[in-house]
């Protein structure tokens, strides 16, 4: 990765460099408003780009540094936000027909805050309909992976990926309600974290599921990751399910390093028959790596987590489908049919059904919480495999969101949102067919500073997050 060249910088380096006065924020969003141009019509990764809006921003940033106003880190870097997130005066589709014309009258929380933080707001991002994944036809263009624009990008906070990987923002937000931050890191090859439950505020947000939904940042760098996070976390009187614990600085133990941090490695997650040996070799490498840096590992059992999949759908398709119920019966029309047959399916769903699924998922949340007493973090593969064809990731029956398929890739995140704690996704290295591959670390409730600490020590040494994509120079 180039740091003379702009779009190249990690946030760190850009706010450096608009404190000596060697770049502005007037300079640097035109900069990404002109890679946009040139790269979205063919990566699909915004809905709306907010050119005008954004260099006003910019140039309100410049003229407040020169004054002396610091915002801090974020202070005239350019971000841009998946389209759940609703910002003033903007359409807020959720990647849907059903909300095409929807603009939003107010701000939500996290746009204010980002807004006070300084950023620069670039636009709204792509996504899988309403957050929920296997969309089959967007109606706003497909987000294209960046590595291969013939594979996924993930869901469902894809065009957040696409964005942070081909240079097209410095930094986004995405959502995660089962993995939807994770999976599309891990596939596009930056870093992205799912911060406990209730860390951060969803007022403004289009929800999924009421008792897993969270937003957090998605990055080139730990740091970065850290440092969006610390801009939009803590405790939002609008959002009653927030945390009045407070938020600490994440940068403070970032470079403590992994020695003496105790791993556990689920072996339900390392000896599933599905799991490709690519993937499996490279997370072991990074574990490796870990032990090497002063860190201990052993093998150890979640054994429920087999299930969480399963688990995760009955309990969040069903929360989704109580929101969207007046929509499906009054226009079913404007639905992907894949998002449709889910929700629907949900609508049916028994209470029996439901009532099991969270009583499974206490009994997840319990193994995690028993590990993570052992455990400093949890390690595991983000994922079984590495990004798979648009085709087969798009209403093909069997494929990737189909099915058993579909289940079984669940078992790796599902897990962490389940029990409500942080978990991150960073590169790890790269399959034979040049795909990223991505860690995942999983950590104590409202430990993320623990979490950005073995993610960080591992990211130090290794090279995988300084590559870039090949159309993303």
Known sequence: MNEQIPHALSIE??????????????????????????RNDRLGAYITVMRETALAQAERADHALAAGEDRGALHGIPIAIKDIIDAQGVRTTAGSRVLADNVADSDSTITERLERAGAVLLGKLNLSEFAIGGTIDHPFGTPRNPWNT???????????????AAGLCAGALGSDTGGSIRGPAAFCGIVGIRP?????????????????????????TVRDCAIMLAAIAGRDERDSTTSRTPVPDYLASMEDGAGGLSVGLPREMFEYEAL??????????????????GASSEQM??????????????????????????????RPQDYD???????ESALLTPSTAYVRAQRARATIRRELLEALERYDVLVMPTGPVVAPTLA??????????????????????????????????VPCGFSSAGLPIGVQIIGRPFDEATVFRAARAYERVTEWHTIAPDNAP
Do not use: K
């Open 276 to 293: 490709s040996a690519e993937t499996r070799d490279a997370v072991m490498r990074a574990v490796t790596v870990f032990e090497e840096l």
């Open 392 to 425: 087969a990731s798009t209403g093909s029956p069997g494929g990737y969101y189909q099915g058993r398929s579909d289940l079984g890739r669940r078992r790796y995140t599902s897990p962490a949102a389940l029990a409500g704690l942080p978990a991150i996704s």
């Open 301 to 330: 059992s979640l054994p429920t987590t087999e299930h969480s999949g399963a688990v995760f759908v009955a309990s969040a398709d069903v929360d989704a489908a109580s929101f969207h119920e007046p929509w499906i019966r009054s």
């Open 13 to 38: 380096n850009a706010a450096g460099a608009l404190r000596t006065g060697s770049l502005s924020a007037v300079d640097l969003t035109r900069a990404y408003l002109d890679r946009i141009d040139a």
């Open 337 to 343: 049919w894949s998002t449709r047959i889910r929700l």
């Open 196 to 220: 406990t439950y209730g860390r951060v505020t969803r007022h403004g947000v289009a929800p999924m599921c009421w008792s897993m939904d969270t937003v957090g940042p998605m990055t080139r």
């Open 150 to 164: 013939g594979h996924s990008a993930g869901g469902s906070s894809s065009g957040s990926g696409v964005a942070v």
